[in-house]
């Protein structure tokens, strides 16, 4: 069975359907509506037996490369431009078929933000590449 | 029979672990060959005892460890085609008390040629008996990558005297590592801290050993009040006190004063005086701020540049400057480690908690939200960004 990535986004991807501002700034009921479906998504995968692995990611993003001989890494600790992407955290998911994927991603993209209302948020959809061919 | 179902029940069988393991060692088995040999003993005692319960678990422990030895032993030597000359039985070694295995060990596994991730794995495994496995899920890491990081530990060790008595000091920070990742990760390590930090008091008159033990229990108390049912964060001013572990606390305060009478003071002994003080109050209102404030002091008198030898200490002291004399006061106080400090949560969290005790609603969901961002776990995280959520909303 195919696995893929649904990753979240702190910034990046297409123009966003329903801007909102910062989480910390909804209303605290709509706060905690929207982190109990974060919960709730990964309980359904792991009952639909789909669940593989779910991670969050802080946005402090450094860039580092390779100095040359015996000089320190070279690192950049930004600001990055705000058009660059930065991912926010993932589920790990084990499914029958991209459309299942896809239907998960909408899924997990129509958690309520404020008002209760759904989020519309992209989810990034990537397929895992497996180690070696299974035929 | 009750003992055998006792014995595999896991800690009476753990705690022999550094018994058996030192006394292979001291009788001069090299001690990464002698932690594997053990480690396979024990897999064999899981598998037989439950049937065939020995009498003398220690003495079958060792034998079924030598026993290996030798077989590692003949299987070199038969590989490198010498002779075979191997002594079935070692002379046994000098005669010591539980104490002194457990002090020997924890020495060995807390090596300063040792990364603190060695450190901590190799006495959890040493010392704690716990398996690869189980430490590896504590770690969240996989069971491959923390065989070849004790692994790796014991090839270090290899060729080391270990006679000589080590660094207590390195030792009391190990044990406190196991316990504060041990709450931040899948498996509770906390407990296992709690457990080997007691077997250290009986090795050693050192107060700050138990002093460490005490504070340990002291903030151990409190967990079972740091989560609700959703598993969201509750801070201490916030938490159902009726849920504290009283017993926990009993043994803490007995354990703290016992270390106390010896007059010599060390940070453990003080920061567990000021969870005592914590555990003590009936209510967040009757926290006895000055009597903290006073135990603070002590604590940043113990260095001579607090901001950067022991910013930690510098900000707890912030909060109670902040009960005690007022939350512009305490905020003054952060700004001693802006520098040291400025880009972790927790220095955030201090100013917003300072800032929404002084009212100033705005400046604390500012800083909230920006501790959320610098936060390093997930339920910390979120609980920063109800904060911040909670004191906008109560301010519009």
Redesign the interface.
């Known amino acids: 069975m195919p696995k893929y990535l649904l990753l979240k986004h702190y910034r990046g991807g297409p123009e966003p359907h329903r801007p909102v501002p910062p989480i910390d700034q909804w209303a605290p009921e709509d706060v905690e509506a929207h982190m109990a479906f974060q919960d709730h998504v990964s309980r359904l995968l792991e009952e639909s037996g789909e669940y593989v692995d779910a991670r969050a990611l802080t946005p402090a993003q450094t860039w580092v490369r390779y100095g040359g001989p015996d000089a320190a890494p070279v690192t950049t600790d930004g600001p990055h431009p705000e058009t660059s992407d930065l991912v926010a955290g993932w589920w790990m998911i084990d499914v029958d078929s991209y459309e299942r994927a896809v239907e998960l991603a909408a899924y997990v993209s129509s958690e309520p933000g404020p008002g209760g209302e759904p989020l519309y948020e992209w989810i990034d959809v990537r397929e895992i590449l497996w180690e070696r061919p299974t035929d | 029979m009750g003992t055998s179902h006792r014995l595999t029940d896991g800690a009476a069988l753990r705690d022999l672990v550094p018994r058996v393991l030192a006394s292979l060692v001291r009788r001069g088995e090299a001690f990464d060959a002698a932690e594997d040999a053990l480690q396979e003993a024990l897999i064999e005692a899981l598998r037989v005892w439950p049937e065939h319960p020995p009498r003398d678990p220690r003495a079958w422990l060792a034998a079924v460890a030598t026993r290996r030895l030798v077989d590692a032993r003949r299987s070199e030597a038969a590989r490198a085609r010498r002779e075979e000359e191997v002594q079935a039985e070692p002379p046994p070694g000098p005669v010591s008390d539980a104490g002194d295995d457990t002090l020997f060990l924890l020495f060995t596994c807390c090596h300063p040629d040792l990364a603190p991730t060695s450190q901590v794995a190799l006495t959890l495994r040493a010392v704690g008996g716990l398996t690869t496995r189980e430490i590896a899920d504590a770690f969240y890491v996989p069971e491959a990558t923390m065989a070849q990081r004790i692994s790796r530990a014991k090839r270090t060790l290899r060729g080391r005297r270990l006679d000589q008595p080590g660094d207590l000091a390195v030792v009391l920070r190990v044990l406190y590592l196991i316990y504060t990742t041990g709450h931040s990760e899948r498996v509770d390590l906390a407990a296992e801290a709690i457990r080997l930090a007691r077997q250290l008091t009986l090795a050693t008159e050192e107060p700050e050993a138990r002093g460490l033990l005490a504070l340990m229990l002291l903030n151990h108390a409190r967990w079972p009040a740091r989560f609700d049912a ?2 969201r964060v509750v801070t201490l001013d916030r938490q159902d006190r009726s849920r504290w572990d009283t017993r926990a606390i009993a043994e803490g305060v007995r354990v703290l004063q016992s270390a106390l009478v010896l007059q010599r003071p060390g940070r453990y002994q003080i920061e567990a005086a000021i969870a005592a003080l914590h555990d003590d109050a009936a209510s967040a209102e009757e926290t006895d701020w000055p009597q903290i404030l006073a135990w603070y002091d002590d604590l940043v008198a113990l260095t001579d540049d607090p901001p950067r030898q022991d910013p930690a200490a510098v900000l707890g002291r912030a909060v109670a400057v902040g009960h005690v004399v007022g939350p512009v006061a305490g905020l003054l106080e952060t700004d001693r480690v802006r520098g040291v400090l400025g880009d972790r949560y927790r220095w955030h969290a201090v100013r917003a908690y300072l800032h929404e005790l002084g009212g100033d609603r705005l400046a604390a ?1 500012a800083a ?2 920006e501790a ?5 776990n ?1 339920a910390e ?2 609980h ?3 904060q ?3 004191v ?2 109560s301010g519009a």
């Open positions: 959703e598993g969901g909230y939200a959320a961002r610098r936060a390093t997930v995280r979120d920063l960004v109800r911040a959520a909670r906008r909303a």
